[in-house]
């Protein structure tokens, strides 16, 4: 694969990249640029285009080379909220592949890489799960919008405090205008 622009990100993260992409889709290349200036960022582009590795991996990076808080309860720095439970549980599931290839990159180039932790709270997360989240606070939270309401109309707000970066997917779809 040919060498993708990725300045300004960690060696762990462009060495990720460079070793699984060709080159950044369109929509990641304009994304990065505006999200690492810290500017609100809508990435509107055809599925397929790369909209939701746009959308995370500034943060990932962020959290992979800069230490954990040292108050576990303001852990939680991103917030991811999918209008649909499925694409939720994709999501989950298609962070492990960056999350694992970042922390392989990092051993590689002998970097230390903290691994995200990632929790998901749905309608089906139990209770067990639930309280977990509040006393071990994951560093990504992946919800719906009815979770995150009842998150915020409960003591479960208080993870929420710490939120640096929310990704809202699927906006469309809980905003139709």
Request: net charge positive.
């Amino acid at each position: 694969p040919r060498p993708v622009s990725l300045a300004r990100f960690s060696p762990a993260v462009r060495d990720w990249c460079e070793a699984s992409f060709d080159a950044p889709t369109a929509a990641q290349s304009k994304g990065w640029a505006a999200i690492a200036e810290g500017d609100h960022t809508l990435v509107l582009a055809p599925t397929g285009s790369g909209k939701t590795l746009a959308a995370f991996l500034w943060s990932i990076d962020r959290l992979a080379t800069q230490p954990p808080p040292v108050d576990q309860k303001a852990r939680t720095r991103v917030l991811y909220i999918s209008p649909l439970r499925a694409l939720a549980v994709d999501v989950e599931k298609n962070l492990r592949a960056p999350l694992t290839g970042i922390g392989l990159a990092g051993e590689r180039l002998g970097e230390h890489v903290h691994e995200p932790r990632v929790a998901m709270r749905t309608g089906d997360t139990t209770t067990t799960e639930r309280r977990r989240i509040q006393t071990r606070p994951p560093d990504i939270l992946i919800t719906t919008p009815e979770s995150l309401y009842l998150m915020l109309t409960s003591q479960a707000r208080e993870v929420l405090r710490s939120v640096r970066w929310v990704i809202v997917d699927e906006i469309h779809a809980m905003a139709g205008t």
